[in-house]
């Protein structure tokens, strides 16, 4: 968890080629093999694919490589709700509905006669 924050931590002020070099640098320091990032800010989207699909390998990390990764989206989630819990803006006793009303549901299509 704390690479993905240093990664964001480096990637944000950046162009694409320093972001590029700062990624590089930092695969090397944290003996990361490869690995592939995509930046997004406004409209714009940037994609990395740097090192190698395993380490000590000659093979590129590209657009088509799969990683065995876990996802970290529930692990980001529950952090963001912590630190809000932590700040007083979420109650976790509190239903979530009270939050965030339930979106209409789209009206049902009406048979064909």
Same mark, same amino acid.
């Given at each position: 968890?704390k690479l993905l924050y240093l990664l964001? $931590?480096?990637?944000?002020?950046?162009?694409?080629? @320093?972001? &590029? *070099?700062?990624?590089?640098?930092? $695969? %090397?320091?944290?003996?990361?093999?490869?690995?592939?990032?995509?930046?997004?800010?406004?409209?714009?989207?940037? *994609?990395?694919? $740097?090192?190698? %699909?395993?380490? /000590?390998?000659? /093979?590129?990390? !590209? *657009?088509?490589?799969?990683?065995? @990764?876990?996802?970290?989206?529930?692990?980001?989630?529950?952090?963001?709700?912590? &630190?809000?819990? !932590?700040?007083? %803006?979420? !109650?976790? !006793?509190?239903?979530?509905? &009270?939050?965030?009303?339930?979106?209409?549901?789209?009206?049902? *299509?009406?048979?064909?006669?």
């Amino acid at each position: 968890m704390k690479l993905l924050y240093l990664l964001l $931590l480096v990637l944000l002020p950046l162009t694409a080629p @320093a972001q &590029r *070099a700062a990624l590089e640098t930092l $695969l %090397r320091q944290k003996n990361v093999a490869g690995l592939q990032l995509i930046h997004t800010k406004g409209s714009n989207a940037t *994609a990395y694919y $740097l090192g190698q %699909r395993r380490q /000590g390998t000659a /093979g590129a990390v !590209d *657009a088509e490589t799969v990683f065995q @990764a876990a996802s970290l989206g529930k692990v980001v989630l529950a952090y963001l709700a912590l &630190r809000l819990h !932590d700040q007083g %803006r979420l !109650d976790l !006793d509190r239903p979530l509905l &009270r939050y965030a009303p339930t979106p209409a549901s789209p009206t049902p *299509a009406a048979p064909a006669a």
